[in-house]
């Protein structure tokens, strides 16, 4: 639970701090010779996470578990502004993904947050091209169920039938994104309008072997956001210059 509010925390910053830096760019980007605009939008997306040692885990145990996809689809929200062109924005993601077994139900879910700082390469015709460098964090869920039919009583006198596990990391990425702005409104030095987009890049995370379950700290396996991403955008904005 505490991951888990860690998460919506963080994601909750990166929007405000999304949408504080899409306000203040658009107000300073009325200044004849510089480039600025404020954009913003949804992802949907895939992460390539690092959870190898989780998975050797749930394949060598005597339960029977499954393991896990180390590809995860992705979805969340991002918004920049540009500030002559200094990038500076926001994003959150998150993932989740389910599994079965003849005993079991297994759900692995998490997210993150990161806070972008990148430069404008290129803005030409709606192109825009810049790479970014983002900090932030996150964490994984893992909920392991055991399959059974049970009255109310046979749960307050035997609660063992479900293991709730969390831990978290910080992370830092590398990507490179390259947006188009579809015009639907043009003035002198501005356009506004339709965003679309896309991102490749890498997350590294400094994760460890600290798990949560409750109260309850637990070694176990290092899980982490380390790995590629690719991620395609649809949102709107504006752009003075």
């Not at 890498?202 to 460890?208: N, T």
Request: aromatic share 14%.
């Amino acid at each position: 639970m505490r991951i888990q509010n860690k998460k919506c925390s963080s994601l909750l910053i990166v929007l405000f701090i999304s949408i504080t830096l899409i306000t203040v760019a658009t107000r300073a980007s009325g200044n004849s010779g510089i480039i600025g605009g404020g954009l913003g939008g949804f992802n949907i997306g895939f992460h390539w996470f690092d959870i190898s040692e989780l998975n050797s885990e749930l394949s060598s145990g005597s339960s029977g578990f499954t393991t896990f996809d180390n590809r995860d689809v992705t979805f969340g929200g991002m918004g920049y502004g540009i500030f002559n062109k200094i990038v500076l924005g926001g994003e959150g993601q998150s993932f989740e993904q389910k599994k079965s077994t003849s005993n079991y139900y297994q759900h692995l879910s998490g997210g993150y947050g990161l806070f972008n700082v990148g430069y404008l390469l290129l803005y030409k015709s709606g192109l825009i091209l810049y790479p970014t460098i983002g900090f932030g964090g996150g964490g994984f869920d893992l909920r392991l169920t055991e399959k059974s039919t049970l009255s109310f009583s046979d749960i307050i006198n035997d609660p063992k039938r479900e293991s709730y596990l969390s831990t978290g990391a910080y992370i830092i990425t590398m990507g490179m994104a390259l947006d188009y702005l579809f015009p639907l409104a043009k003035e002198e030095n501005s356009v506004g309008g339709i965003l679309i987009g896309i991102k490749l890049g890498y997350a590294y995370s400094f994760s460890d072997s600290e798990w949560k379950m409750g109260d309850l700290t637990i070694t176990g396996p290092k899980i982490g956001m380390k790995g590629f991403f690719l991620r395609f955008a649809i949102g709107g904005g504006g752009i003075s210059y």
